[in-house]
């Protein structure tokens, strides 16, 4: 007996570093932060107008149609699979950066990475299928530790070897390329699970992770947002054994449907909820379009091939300062509702005045300077606004709220991409959509400030 409890006790481990490993190695990805470079420079030959017109837009229409159906196929096929086929599509992607030439080949490498991005739900979520709820929280903690880790540490990689071996953009496609291999080798031998959330939901006597209530700081909010997007509400009825297109498979599927709306409308009910969840998407959408598209403002204003550039150790910088200030909103004694709308805004107006700074300024390094204050303020913004919007939820649906505020970001961004970018809507010149980019992050804090009143 005392051996059955230990096996089941440690049964989570080796999916947890198995798991562990493939978010790392398929994080570490050397050449993202001189993406632009590479494609601007003498491998891809491509003018800035065709990558921000012609091929960055591909992504965001690719996400924004596949999230919501590899939602509920991750569910469906148990998660492995979902896993595997980001492995492949990793490999896909860089094989085609690699080696593809011309706009149309890079459009489908932006594609193939939508696929990428729309399967990272099935990397947060395997975990709640394969371990035992005492141990989720920890689990969680080390899946997004491991990823903070793996992205700096390329960057810092990175920029070493651009820096100080002149090595060329394309060798570090090539260290990518391994990496996301090494990331598809080990995912083969992550263990199939037995159940999923929705589909194949089995009875169990051990209750859901404790969410975060008014005892938790922001910190335990922002632990599990990475996990709240891809988790959600475990249904009562399972497709079983069931085979697709069964009359019992039609009636699960109805009944998680139903469901999933009913506990929607009720959560958005709440007016305090939808003000933060509105700002949340607002934000999120401004951040992902900034992140996106920085790279093309760099490069405008030092270009690659006449200045040497530090993205990498930008890059690098802004992500562990990010993950400090949002540990430190964690660790500090604060009545989070009483301050939360206040630091919220303050700190929304200083990402907007950050990206007046990163326009506006002719030196490259105040630009740099620039994006570090506005993605560490992000990500401690974003730290509140998920503890506040998660503070008042179950945690069956807390998980399904986010995934819904991420899906209206994407729509948000696409809009933006449509109108501001792509050559079908507007198709402004890059130093208007510079001005447009100012322009979208000067809406945050007027949003916040209506937020504010309507709360308080």
Known sequence: MDSSRTSQSNSWIFPTVILCLFGFFSLMRPSEPFLIPYLSGPNKNLTSTEITNEIL??????????????????????????ILLQGLSFIVTWLLLLFGQGVRAMQAVEFVFGIVSA????????????V??????RVSGYCRSVTLVAYTAA????QLLVSLANLSYFYLNVMTLVSVSVAFFFSLFL????????????????????????????????????TAQQESRSIPGSLGAGPLGSPKTG?????NFVQWFQDLKECYSSERLSYWSLWWALSTAGFNQVVNYVQILWDY??????SSIYNGAVEAIATFGGALAAFAVGHVTVDWDLLGELALAVF???SAGSLFLMHYTLSIWLSYAGYLIFKSSYMLLITIAVFQIAVNLSVERYALVFGINTFIALVIQTIMTMVVVDPRGLNLAISIQKNCMVVLGCYAPSLKLKITTMII
């Not at 399967?119 to 394969?130: D, K, L, N, P, Q």
């Not at 204003?301 to 006449?306: C, H, L, N, R, V």
Request: aromatic share 14%; hydrophobic share 35%; no cysteine.
């Open 348 to 350: 929304s107006v200083i």
């Open 155 to 158: 960057s810092v990689l990175a």
């Open 191 to 226: 263990p199939m699970p037995e159940r999923s959330m929705f589909f194949h939901a089995k009875p169990s006597k051990e209750g859901p992770p404790k969410p975060p209530g008014k005892d938790a700081g922001p910190g335990a909010a922002q632990e599990a947002q990475g």
């Open 132 to 137: 035992s709820p005492e141990h989720y929280q």
């Open 301 to 306: 204003k030092a270009p690659s091939q006449d």
């Open 251 to 255: 009636n699960v599927l109805s009944r």
């Open 119 to 130: 399967t990272e739900v099935a990397y947060y979520a395997y975990i709640y299928s394969v």
């Open 57 to 82: 837009p591909v992504w965001t229409y690719s996400y924004l149609a596949l999230l919501l159906p590899v939602f509920v196929l991750t569910d469906y096929v148990r998660y492995k699979p979902v």
